[in-house]
């Protein structure tokens, strides 16, 4: 008895890769290295998040078309994004307090930023 629930596999079409399983990957690891980039790694790893999400949606729609490597390879890089974005941030966070208590003017001059380091 063949159970009309579930979605059948067409043996007669191939399976292919996710359409964006690729890119995501490439701009986790991109993001990851670009993440002390004032906002680079930031910028890549939302748009990887976004692309993620898309072909999720695609891939739980319908499984059985799409290979399983690309859908390893999405996670990878789903993961890279979500790493290179907590690291970004935390960037962001630790340059906004160190502007904040050293001051911009100290950042360009060296033997300021070494006095106000002293003085901490």
Do not use: H
Request: glycine residues 8%; hydrophobic residues 50%; aromatic residues 10%.
């Amino acid at each position: 008895m063949t159970d009309y629930t579930q979605p059948q596999q067409d043996f007669n079409r191939p399976q292919v890769a996710l359409p964006n399983a690729t890119a995501v990957l490439i701009l986790g690891i991109i993001g990851i290295v670009t993440c002390c980039c004032y906002g680079g790694g930031a910028i890549l790893s939302i748009i990887a998040l976004v692309l993620a999400s898309k072909d999720m949606k695609l891939y739980k729609a319908n499984p059985y078309m799409y290979t399983k490597g690309s859908y390893n390879n999405l996670n990878a890089g789903r993961i890279c994004a979500i790493i290179a974005l907590a690291f970004s941030v935390l960037y962001i966070v630790m340059m906004i307090i160190i502007v904040g208590t050293v001051g911009w003017e100290a950042l360009n001059d060296p033997e300021a930023m070494r006095e106000a380091f002293e003085n901490m």
